[in-house]
């Protein structure tokens, strides 16, 4: 059973930095894809980033795309969200995700199976 542990989030002003992290435990973070998801009570859920088991191959928000780095380092087990020049737009809670069985990003949401319980981040302005 996969298990994905966020961290990191916090409160920042505007233009700030945070980085969040996703441990992954109980499996290799080898083989899987993961995601990146934020999201308000009342809103959609919005994946902002995923990362393959091919760190080359990533995939970007365009409301994000160019302030956020996705990244992976296997040997910790952990997939970094950097995010940079914040605003107060990115306030959410942030989950990262791994689609079952797939080492590739996937856009659907329900194509999504393991889930942390997330982290805040509150960005003010």
């Known amino acids: 059973q996969v298990q994905l542990v966020e961290s990191g989030g916090g409160s920042v002003q505007a233009g700030g930095s945070l980085r969040i992290s996703c441990l992954v435990t109980?499996?290799?973070?080898?083989?899987?894809?993961i995601g990146w998801f934020r999201h308000l009570p009342g809103k959609e859920y919005e994946r902002v980033a995923c990362?393959?088991?091919?760190?080359?191959?990533?995939s970007y928000s365009e409301s994000v795309q160019g302030r956020f780095i996705i990244s992976r380092d296997n040997h910790k087990k952990t997939v970094y969200l950097q995010m940079n020049r914040l605003k107060p737009e990115d306030t959410a809670n942030y989950y990262c995700?791994?689609?079952?069985?797939?080492?590739?990003?996937?856009?659907?949401?329900?194509?999504?199976?393991?889930w942390g319980h997330g982290t805040p981040v509150v960005v003010s302005s």
């Open positions: 995700a791994a689609p079952l069985g797939q080492d590739m990003c996937v856009p659907d949401l329900d194509e999504y199976d393991y």
């Open positions: 109980e499996v290799p973070l080898d083989y899987y894809a």
């Open positions: 990362i393959g088991s091919d760190p080359s191959r990533m």
